[in-house]
């Protein structure tokens, strides 16, 4: 089992830039897909972006395409959310969550270990 830790998160203007990091542990990200998904106050999780677990695949939310980029370093065990352009609307919790059967999946129902998030906040 996988266990996953974000940090990064915090409090930035609009048009400002944040990174997230996912850290795994107990066993090697290399064997999962990945997946950033959001959840603001009030309304359901929602996808946001992933990557196959080689790093040669990756897909985004319409809602975040050319402003984020999801990336991973295996021998590191962590994943990547490089955030650009932030809006307010972009403020929630993030977490990030690992499927092992690497679907390709942007439903939150294929992800089967989930971290605790961690949270951005955009002030306009």
């Known amino acids: 089992q996988v266990r996953l830790v974000e940090s990064g998160g915090g409090l930035v203007q609009a048009g400002g830039s944040l990174r997230l990091s996912c850290a795994a542990s107990?066993?090697?990200?290399?064997?999962?897909?990945m997946g950033w998904f959001r959840q603001a106050a009030g309304k359901e999780r929602e996808f946001v972006a992933g990557i196959s677990w080689s790093g040669g695949r990756r897909y985004y939310a319409d809602s975040v395409k050319g402003r984020f980029t999801i990336s991973r370093d295996n021998p590191k065990n962590t994943v990547y959310l490089q955030m650009n352009s932030l809006k307010p609307e972009d403020t929630a919790v993030y977490s990030c969550?690992?499927?092992?059967?690497?679907?390709?999946?942007?439903?939150?129902?294929?992800?089967?270990?989930w971290g605790q998030g961690t949270q951005v906040t955009v002030s306009s």
């Open positions: 969550a690992a499927d092992r059967w690497r679907r390709g999946s942007t439903s939150l129902s294929s992800y089967e270990f």
């Open positions: 107990g066993r090697a990200l290399g064997n999962y897909d």
